[in-house]
Structures are given as structure tokens and as C-alpha cells.
Antibody
Framework: VQLVESGGGLVQPGGSLRLSCAAS????????MDWVRQAPGKGLVWVSR????????NYADSVKGRFTISRDNAKNTLYLQMSSLRAEDTAFYYC????????WGQGTLVTVSS | DIQMTQSPSSLSASVGDRVTITCRAS??????LAWFQQKPGKAPKSLIY???TLQSGVPSKFSGSGSGTDFTLTISSLQPEDFATYYC?????????FGQGTKLEIK
């Protein structure tokens, strides 16, 4: 199982960013997937979930209306489109696999700062 | 939202010790509880799901128990590689929530 996040970086407040997670080593199209974030030195926070075929999504209140989770099962890739970014969105973003989380990516750092 | 409270927040123990970490949910979550281990600068690792089922490849020194609102993670015969921060998470209802973490340090 391998989950490789990309797309993180420095963005100004109010800006947008799209994270990707390339999956391999398991049947992506049947797996529920989440995004979990962790501000530097802080605890884990669940962000969003998508079911296996992409027909159902859920979000933390703190990102609802600003973030969109999606997936492309043909490309074995999970996405997180982030907009209206705030300083408090600064964190490592992890892609995870499983209805009960079984696997984690290495994370990608998003820094929101002017 | 369901609040997850771990105790203690930090714990000092010696190599060879057996330790128990507690996680309490603010309302019943059946057995929809997972445990994770995180070492500094690394991604978390999944240890247990459904309150007591070990993830593949996780050694049997780790064990979990509980149902409803009260859960425990027990680690037996502590080794240097076990010193890390441990988190619980409920996945019974949205938004899923994590405990604040328990930092296990070497005495």
C-alpha cells in the first residue's frame, strides 16, 4: 500500500490549492478515503471523507463550503480542492485509506501566510 | 460533535513496563474506535480498529478493549520504539473526532 500526497506549498490567505494523493498497492476503487490534517506541533484533525464511488462526501464544519474532496478511480487518485484558505488551515495534510483508517500517506505541508 | 478525551495526556514509563491509555467518548460510539501511533516527524501509523482488532502487521503487544463510551489501549513489555504519541479516533458519526493525544515518554 502506498499513498503519496502532493500539491502542498505556500499560499496567501484567501487563495486556493489542490492536493492530490496517488494510491497504489490496493484496490482504490473500493476504498473509502479521508483527508486528515495536523497543524505543526498539534494533534490530528479529521477533515473530509469520500466513499468508494465518490457519490457521498462529508466534511468537518471548519472546512465545509471551502474544501471539496473528490476522486478519480480511473487514475487511482484522491483530491482535496481548498479555497478561501485561512492561516488556521496551515497544517500537514494526510491522505488515508479505509473505512476505519488503515493506511496513511507521508503528508504534504500547506502553509497559508502573506 | 462527539468529544474524545484521552488520559493521561502524558505518561512516563520504563522499558519493559506495561501501560494503559484511556479514551472516553462524550456519547456512545459502539465499537467504532481506532488507535494510532505517531513518532516525531513521521506520519501516524494505524494500530487498532473496531476497538480491539489489530491492523495487519501490528504486534500482539498492543491490545485494545471497550465499547460504548470507555476504551483502553494497553501496551505490554515496552520497548524503545514504542515511545511515541498515541491517538484515539471515533468513526461512528460525523464529524469524526480524535482524542488530544497521549505522549508516552521514557522514564
Amino acid at each position: 500500500v502506498q499513498l503519496v500526497e502532493s500539491g502542498g506549498g505556500l499560499v496567501q490567505p484567501g487563495g486556493s490549492l489542490r492536493l492530490s494523493c496517488a494510491a497504489s498497492g490496493f484496490t482504490f476503487s473500493t476504498s473509502w478515503m479521508d483527508w486528515v490534517r495536523q497543524a505543526p506541533g498539534k494533534g490530528l484533525v479529521w477533515v473530509s471523507r469520500i466513499n468508494s464511488d465518490g457519490s457521498s462526501t462529508n466534511y468537518a464544519d471548519s472546512v465545509k463550503g471551502r474544501f471539496t474532496i473528490s476522486r478519480d478511480n480511473a487514475k487511482n487518485t484522491l483530491y482535496l480542492q481548498m479555497s478561501s484558505l485561512r492561516a488556521e488551515d496551515t497544517a500537514f495534510y494526510y491522505c488515508t485509506r479505509g473505512y476505519a483508517i488503515a493506511s496513511w500517506g507521508q503528508g504534504t505541508l500547506v502553509t497559508v501566510s502573506s | 460533535d462527539i468529544q474524545m478525551t484521552q488520559s493521561p495526556s502524558s505518561l512516563s514509563a520504563s522499558v519493559g513496563d506495561r501501560v494503559t491509555i484511556t479514551c472516553r467518548a462524550s456519547q456512545g460510539i459502539s465499537n467504532s474506535l481506532a488507535w494510532f501511533q505517531q513518532k516525531p516527524g513521521k506520519a501516524p501509523k494505524s494500530l487498532i480498529y473496531a476497538a480491539s482488532t489489530l491492523q495487519s502487521g501490528v504486534p500482539s503487544k498492543f491490545s485494545g478493549s471497550g465499547s460504548g463510551t470507555d476504551f483502553t489501549l494497553t501496551i505490554s513489555s515496552l520497548q524503545p520504539e514504542d515511545f511515541a504519541t498515541y491517538y484515539c479516533q471515533q468513526y461512528n458519526s460525523y464529524p469524526y473526532t480524535f482524542g488530544q493525544g497521549t505522549k508516552l515518554e521514557i522514564k
